[in-house]
């Protein structure tokens, strides 16, 4: 009976095939698409940039003008900021590997 039982699972698991099912952009769409994430990056990169310059300021002026914490705050700003794009360059191969092709089986 066990065999039987065996042998009646392992026809059944064999009969049903999975479908794998890839993403694919639409005719005419990827150029624009990578186009928009092209100024998105462009866009986040100059976000660091602008975060280090107001960080930087917010050092000197915190020493120019005696003030402590404002000196505080510009020094945990260029921690953050260098910790974003520590993460900005590891996120997206950690997503990849997950991911993978994108392809999803049904």
């Excluded at 009976?1 to 065996?6: I, S």
């Excluded at 280090?52 to 914490?69: K, L, S, T």
């Excluded at 020094?75 to 392809?103: D, E, K, N, R």
């Amino acid at each position: 009976m066990n065999t039987l039982t065996t042998l009646s699972q392992s026809a059944t698991y064999q009969a049903v095939s999975f479908a794998t099912v890839c993403p694919t952009a639409p005719p005419g769409a990827q150029v624009p698409v990578d186009q928009i994430m092209g100024y998105v990056l462009w866009a986040v990169v100059a976000l660091f940039v602008v975060g280090i310059v107001v960080a930087i300021a917010a050092v000197v002026a915190g020493r120019v003008f005696a003030m402590p914490h404002a000196s505080r705050a510009g020094v945990v700003g260029i921690v953050i900021v260098f910790i974003a794009v520590i993460l900005y360059l590891i996120l997206p191969g950690i997503v990849t590997s997950m991911v993978g092709a994108g392809c999803v089986s049904w």
